[in-house]
């Protein structure tokens, strides 16, 4: 069956917790760019929500996991 093994592999890999982390971590950027592009040309208010929007969802899912611990 193709895609088997990526399937298998993302099974394995791809936790709650590690999907949370990159969360985190790509959203603080995009958030700052946001904040710059807000103030600056372009287009900074979609820029800051998608930005907001990941880090705060990486947040919340870091936080439900540590309620578990």
Known sequence: M??????EWARRNLTESRIAVVLVVAGAPVTLAGALLYVLPGPGFPVLVIGLAALITGLVMLGSR???S
Request: charged fraction near 20%; hydrophobic fraction near 20%.
């Open 2 to 7: 193709p895609g088997g093994r990526l399937r």
């Open 66 to 68: 540590a309620g578990h």
